[in-house]
T-cell receptor
Framework: GAGVSQSPSNKVTEKGKDVELRCDPISGHTALYWYRQRLGQGLEFLIYFQGNSAPDKSGLPSDRFSAERTGESVSTLTIQRTQQEDSAVYLC???????????FGPGTRLTVT | AQKITQTQPGMFVQEKEAVTLDCTYDTSDQSYGLFWYKQPSSGEMIFLIYQGSYDEQNATEGRYSLNFQKARKSANLVISASQLGDSAMYFCAMREGHGGTSYGKLTFGQGTILTVHP
């Protein structure tokens, strides 16, 4: 079946602009996560959605970052007034109920110039 | 807070030999899980193996095995019979939460770059 998809695959933006990153999880997966991976680093947790529960936003680095999810489908991560330190690969993962394994998308590479 | 430490920035191994990638962790949770993911140069994250904190047997998946030493808080990945295609970045990660409805947030280590020589 189809895996997790993310769009765009690459995004170059000017400092100060807003960007929206999209994640389409695997159908039926109730949990959705966003992570950030800076060059040569491990993944940092950003935010977690589980069904209709309130999202866990504890990993968002600043109030410029926000995310939404419509039910158990698409999620968007929005970064307002982008800064150069926001340059990274943003990875989305989804997880089915009752399983520990997270299935990752290919990521969006964000470059802020 | 949970923490994952991978002390080997890079490792080299000869094709067909075995290699161990180190991972130590720190948590105050009684219930947790440990993962290994492979990230090739293409950037995708590939799940390799999972070990639950209450699992009595070490996890194995084909050529991958996880050497879980709970008292030492270590969860080393052993790759047997290395192949050229094993060259990649390897991440150890830990989930918090418990049960089938685990919260599941993952904390990752910094990774180890494995290079397999022919």
């Amino acid at each position: 079946g189809a895996g997790v998809s993310q769009s765009p695959s690459n995004k170059v933006t000017e400092k100060g602009k807003d960007v929206e990153l999209r994640c389409d999880p695997i159908s039926g997966h109730t949990a959705l996560y966003w992570y950030r991976q800076r060059l040569g680093q491990g993944l940092e947790f950003l935010i977690y959605f589980q069904g209709n529960s309130a999202p866990d936003k504890s990993g968002l680095p600043s109030d410029r970052f926000s995310a939404e999810r419509t039910g158990e489908s698409v999620s968007t991560l929005t970064i307002q007034r982008t800064q150069q330190e926001d340059s990274a690969v943003y990875l989305c993962a989804s997880r089915p109920r009752g399983s520990y394994e997270q299935y990752f998308g290919p990521g969006t590479r964000l470059t802020v110039t | 807070a949970q923490k994952i430490t991978q002390t080997q920035p890079g490792m080299f191994v000869q094709e067909k030999e075995a290699v161990t990638l180190d991972c130590t962790y720190d948590t105050s949770d009684q219930s947790y899980g440990l993962f290994w993911y492979k990230q090739p140069s293409s950037g995708e994250m590939i799940f390799l193996i999972y070990q639950g904190s209450y699992d009595e047997q070490n996890a194995t998946e084909g050529r991958y095995s996880l050497n879980f030493q709970k008292a030492r808080k270590s969860a080393n990945l052993v790759i047997s019979a290395s192949q050229l295609g094993d060259s990649a970045m390897y991440f150890c990660a830990m989930r918090e939460g418990h049960g089938g409805t685990s919260y599941g947030k993952l904390t990752f280590g910094q990774g180890t770059i494995l290079t397999v020589h022919p």
